[in-house]
């Protein structure tokens, strides 16, 4: 079964092309929200965790989002300790979960697949490209947020170009190309990849 990832900068569309892919009967893995799940469940990460952020980041075993958040958002080197714990978590739990499904082939939608190497553990991954600012816009929109909240959360975010240049196969969600036919096109591709 073909792993393919679907990647693409903050407000790209990626959710809205995974659930296109869903509705294929495709499975889909969704990293953003495992990762929150991970980090309540996975008991290895969360003595991880607690060893370098201190007890204070669970409650009754609950994940202490505020107190990790104000920690991270503060500071960009304890950012990236909390992601070299949480993303080899997340890549295993992924990849665990992708070998029970039965599709031809399955799609793990994630914001950060080549900035944290994950691609080597795909077969194909797929970008989404929207320009910055609509994906701006559409981001505003959604979290209800203004432009610098928005602009922070890209600083993390390798430039949109390599990543469309990184990527095996782009879908364009600029508003100049319909989605759903490019989708379409793509999954059958990938099943005939699959056979
Ligand atoms: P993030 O990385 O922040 O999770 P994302 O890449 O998953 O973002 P989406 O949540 O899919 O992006 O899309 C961002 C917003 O833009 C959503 O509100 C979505 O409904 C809207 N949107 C995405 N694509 C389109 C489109 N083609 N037409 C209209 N609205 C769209």
């Known amino acids: 079964m073909l792993k393919i990832g679907l990647t693409g900068g903050i407000g790209s569309g990626k959710s809205t092309v995974a659930r296109l892919f869903e509705i294929h009967g495709i499975p889909v893995y969704y990293a953003d929200t495992a990762a929150k799940e991970i980090m309540s469940t996975d008991e290895v990460l969360q003595q991880q965790i607690i060893h370098h952020f201190g007890a204070n980041a669970y409650v009754n075993n609950n994940l202490n989002r505020k107190y990790l958040a104000d920690i991270v958002f503060k500071d960009k080197d304890k950012l990236a300790l909390l992601n070299s714990l949480v993303h080899p978590a997340t890549v295993r739990d992924a990849m665990r979960w992708m070998s029970r499904q039965t599709a031809p082939y399955t799609v793990k939608e994630a914001a950060l697949i080549f900035e944290s190497g994950s691609q080597a553990e795909l077969d194909y991954v797929i970008a989404v490209y929207a ?50 036919p490019q989708v379409n096109r793509l999954h059958e591709q990938l099943l005939e990849l699959a056979k």
Do not use: A, S
């Not at 990527?167 to 364009?172: L, N, P, S």
């Open 131 to 180: 320009p910055k600012t609509l994906r701006i816009h559409r981001t505003m929109q959604r979290d209800r947020i203004d432009r610098e909240e928005v602009l922070k959360r890209m600083k993390n975010q390798i430039d949109e170009e390599i990543k469309m240049r990184l990527g095996d196969f782009v879908i364009y969600n600029d508003e100049q190309q319909l989605l759903i």
